[in-house]
Nanobody, 121 residues
Framework: QVQLVESGGGLVQAGGSLRLSCAASGRTFRTYTIAWFRQAPAKEREFVAAIAWNRITRYADSLKGRFTISRDSAKSTVDLQMNSLKPEDTAVYYC???????????????WGQGTQVTVSS
């Protein structure tokens, strides 16, 4: 059984940084991609970044340079370092896992419960 638990969300001022972590359990971690998505109120879910088992990464074009995804196989965790945060980054951030490295959320069968990130202006 696959379980994902996000942590690290909170309230931060614009220009600040946060580091989110996704802890994965289950034997799929070694071969599956872990991705981050976010959803702001009244908006559709949005792809943020993904990292494959071989550490190949993919980012949303609009977030390149500010967000960095990394993977620690020994700890079965995937982190999302978010810098220069803006109020428009406010959302619930979810991690998800699946066999493909894609920005399509439907390709990820397993999801965490989400963590709230709020950026104040």
């Amino acid at each position: 059984q696959v379980q994902l638990v996000e942590s690290g969300g909170g309230l931060v001022q614009a220009g600040g940084s946060l580091r989110l972590s996704c802890a994965a359990s289950g034997r799929t971690f070694r071969t599956y991609t872990i991705a981050w998505f976010r959803q702001a109120p009244a908006k559709e879910r949005e792809f943020v970044a993904a990292i494959a088992w071989n550490r190949i990464t993919r980012y949303a074009d609009s977030l390149k340079g500010r967000f960095t995804i990394s993977r620690d196989s020994a700890k079965s965790t995937v982190d999302l370092q978010m810098n220069s945060l803006k109020p428009e980054d406010t959302a619930v951030y979810y991690c998800a896992t699946g066999p493909a490295t894609t920005d399509n959320g439907r390709a990820y069968p397993y999801w965490g419960q989400g963590t709230q990130v709020t950026v104040s202006s």
